[in-house]
């Protein structure tokens, strides 16, 4: 939703029942987009901008997910909100005022949410391996019956690469897989 057609909206005489029945139907919108696409293609400032916070951040709590937005990316656009509503301040006692504020408990909720992204994506990366295991191990028992069950994984992991791939995935040194080096 453009901001030209929020103000068209908001310039059309009409009495405060139906004035308030758009702006729920234009958040309404604004979040089902939400919904629809990866948080990758949504510039989620000009949501912030639109709709507000708040409705980014209820939604957010509602769903139960952060729909890919990090816990950086929501302060980011929650101190760039606050420097809005408190104009007078620096960007960080606005964003304390708009943490601690009754507006703040969604962002808190969202915030908290926001910080198992990292959890996720690896509860999701290790349910793919699993997926990709299992579908080598249904290959090497399907071509080379005969053989025991570990050779005939080793077999279908060398052939298959791209499964191999996703079954196997090195940890990164900037990981936290691999303990703390002592000396």
């Given at each position: 939703?453009?901001?030209?057609?929020?103000r068209s909206c908001a310039s059309v005489n009409c009495d405060?029942?139906?004035?308030?029945?758009?702006?729920?139907?234009?958040?309404?919108?604004?979040?089902?987009?939400?919904?629809?696409s990866p948080m990758s293609n949504i510039d989620l400032s000009?949501?912030?901008?639109?709709?507000?916070?708040?409705?980014?951040?209820?939604?957010?709590?509602?769903?139960?997910?952060?729909?890919?937005?990090?816990?950086?990316?929501?302060?980011?656009?929650?101190?760039?909100?606050?420097?809005r509503v408190y104009p007078d301040d620096r960007s960080d006692?606005?964003?304390?005022?708009?943490?601690?504020?009754?507006?703040?408990?969604?962002?808190?909720?969202?915030?908290?949410?926001?910080?198992?992204?990292?959890?996720?994506?690896?509860?999701?990366?290790?349910?793919?391996?699993?997926?990709?295991?299992?579908?080598?191990?249904?290959?090497?028992?399907?071509?080379?019956?005969?053989?025991?069950?570990?050779?005939?994984?080793?077999?279908?992991?060398?052939?298959?690469?791209?499964?191999?791939?996703?079954?196997?995935?090195?940890?990164?040194?900037?990981?936290?897989?691999?303990?703390?080096?002592?000396?």
């Amino acid at each position: 939703m453009s901001p030209e057609t929020i103000r068209s909206c908001a310039s059309v005489n009409c009495d405060e029942d139906e004035v308030s029945e758009r702006t729920r139907l234009h958040h309404a919108k604004a979040l089902t987009v939400l919904d629809d696409s990866p948080m990758s293609n949504i510039d989620l400032s000009a949501v912030v901008k639109a709709y507000g916070l708040q409705a980014l951040t209820k939604h957010m709590t509602s769903e139960g997910t952060s729909f890919g937005v990090s816990e950086s990316e929501l302060t980011a656009l929650a101190t760039e909100h606050a420097k809005r509503v408190y104009p007078d301040d620096r960007s960080d006692v606005a964003f304390a005022k708009l943490y601690s504020s009754e507006e703040g408990a969604s962002l808190r909720s969202a915030i908290e949410i926001a910080k198992n992204v990292a959890f996720t994506a690896d509860a999701e990366a290790e349910a793919d391996a699993a997926a990709a295991c299992r579908e080598l191990q249904a290959i090497g028992k399907a071509r080379w019956g005969s053989l025991s069950p570990a050779q005939q994984f080793a077999r279908a992991f060398e052939t298959n690469p791209e499964l191999a791939k996703r079954a196997h995935k090195r940890p990164s040194m900037l990981s936290t897989s691999f303990p703390f080096p002592r000396s």
